[in-house]
């Protein structure tokens, strides 16, 4: 046996030695009266009220302090998706023809994707040459929020961009046994479809992982590249270089893992953030219930506060309302004797 509230056990000792000495006191009183009086009348029910009173104070904390034994199984039912966020961070990222980069409009829509996960677990993989997990599935959104505004160019390995590399990161991030409520979000300006982009998207759809891609840029003109000192264009034999939003590539990703492709606007409006592309696509991805039981010690005081209240009530009505009747003390006058 073990109690939440062990305080009241201190409490529970203390009532019966206070009812001792309060009975102790009376009678003590009861005897001196005695003394100079011939009627003292006594209460019949005081003792007995006064030890049903005390019964049902103890019981009551005791149960107050809350006794467990034994174990008890609780079932709970949780809805949970998980998701996983993969975002380019090569330096084609740091375009401006999305304000204030490709990048940092990217960075800006996962933080409102975050806002609409509720229960749901995310992850974050950033990528270039290699898909790197920078945030495991999680749903401590805080944790995801620091690890989501540290992301930078230099937080995948440098090299041209593998969309493959990528996917496989991020599938390796997924848990195999709930691949019914994964779901993954990749957010690139594009590339190609070397390596293994394609089989890869395949093997998500094998799993029933949704790939929902989505382009960022300009797909018509393009924009240049800042160079890494930040002061000017990064050039290639004398011409400034310009990249556009490279959409078939993402295009067949999601096609082949049954997923959807969402360029974002680059005027950026309510019905292009990651959050409503979230609400609105990403909800058809079903919700895991995960029945979980858990094993906890019984709560037992209702066994020692229901007598106990029953107690104090009987207590109280044998004194219709008060505690005790008070005694009564009648003088009876000496006869005196007249001289």
């Not at 309060?22 to 011939?38: V, Y």
């Not at 829509?109 to 975050?114: G, M």
Request: aromatic share 6%; hydrophobic share 45%; charged share 25%.
């Amino acid at each position: 046996m073990r109690f939440v509230n062990p305080v009241f056990l201190v409490l529970t000792a203390i009532v019966p030695i206070v009812g001792l000495w309060w009975a102790f006191l009376r009678a003590r009183r009861e005897k001196a009266l005695a003394k100079i009086t011939l009627n003292v009348p006594k209460s019949k029910s005081s003792g007995l009220q006064m030890g049903l009173v005390i019964a049902g104070l103890m019981l009551a904390l005791f149960a107050a302090a809350r006794p467990q034994w034994g174990k008890t199984t609780e079932k709970t039912v949780e809805r949970s998706r998980n998701v996983v966020v993969a975002i380019d961070v090569s330096r084609s990222m740091l375009a401006q023809d999305v304000r204030p980069n490709r990048l940092e409009r990217a960075k800006a829509d996962v933080a409102d994707l975050i806002d609409s996960l509720e229960g749901d677990r995310c992850a974050l993989v950033a990528f270039r040459r290699t898909g790197v997990v920078i945030c495991p599935l999680t749903t401590d959104h805080g944790y995801l929020r620091s690890a989501l505004e540290q992301l930078t160019p230099e937080s995948a390995p440098r090299g041209e961009t593998d969309l493959g590399s990528a996917i496989r990161a991020a599938l390796e991030a997924l848990d195999p046994a709930a691949d019914d409520h994964n779901a993954i979000i990749m957010i690139s300006d594009g590339g190609d479809l070397r390596g293994e982009a394609l089989q890869n998207a395949a093997l998500a759809a094998k799993r029933k992982i949704p790939i929902f891609t989505v382009g960022i840029g300009d797909p018509k003109h393009g924009a240049a590249i800042p160079s890494e000192d930040g002061r000017s264009e990064l050039k290639f034999q004398g011409q400034t270089v310009k990249v556009k939003l490279e959409e078939t590539a993402l295009k067949a990703i999601s096609e082949a893992s049954k997923g959807r492709y969402v360029p974002l606007a680059t005027a950026g409006t309510a019905e292009t953030t990651l959050g409503a592309i979230y609400r609105r696509f990403l909800r058809q991805v079903a919700a895991k219930e995960q029945n979980e039981e858990a094993e906890r010690a019984a709560e037992r005081y209702q066994i020692f506060l229901v007598p106990g209240l029953v107690l104090l009530i009987a207590g109280a009505a044998l004194s219709k309302g008060r505690f005790a009747k008070k005694t009564s003390v009648r003088f009876t006058p000496t006869p005196s004797t007249n001289i």
